[in-house]
């Protein structure tokens, strides 16, 4: 069974940093490339990171044009966790995260973390 938990969520203001975390469990994590999503009441989805695992593109991250340069996606397979560092975090961000793999195809989606940007 899917487990997706997401935590680390937090009050931070602009400018300020943050790094949330997700651990997963009931799928070959080391094989899947992974992702953090947010979304705002109202809003679709976002795919904001996306991590490759193994192949020609292990390692490999790519980001949202809007994070680029200041959001950071990491993994350690040893753990079955993926992480998101963020950086000059501006109100724009403040959204639920969540991870989930790169196509959104695992279920159940987990409760995903609150971010506020705030002053």
């Known amino acids: 069974q899917v487990r997706l938990v997401e935590s680390g969520g937090g009050l931070v203001q602009p400018g300020g940093s943050l790094t949330i975390s997700c651990v997963a469990s009931?799928?070959?994590?080391?094989?899947?490339?992974m992702s953090w999503y947010r979304q705002v009441p109202g809003r679709e989805r976002e795919l904001v990171a996306t991590i490759f695992s193994v192949g020609p593109a292990g390692g490999v991250t790519t980001y949202a044009d809007n994070v680029k340069g200041r959001f950071t996606i990491s993994r350690d397979n040893a753990k079955n966790m993926v992480y998101l560092q963020m950086n000059s975090l501006k109100p724009e961000d403040a959204a639920q995260y969540y991870c989930n793999d790169w196509k959104a195809g695992l279920q159940p989606w987990g409760q995903g973390t609150q971010v506020t940007v705030s002053s």
């Open positions: 009931g799928f070959t994590f080391r094989t899947s490339a």
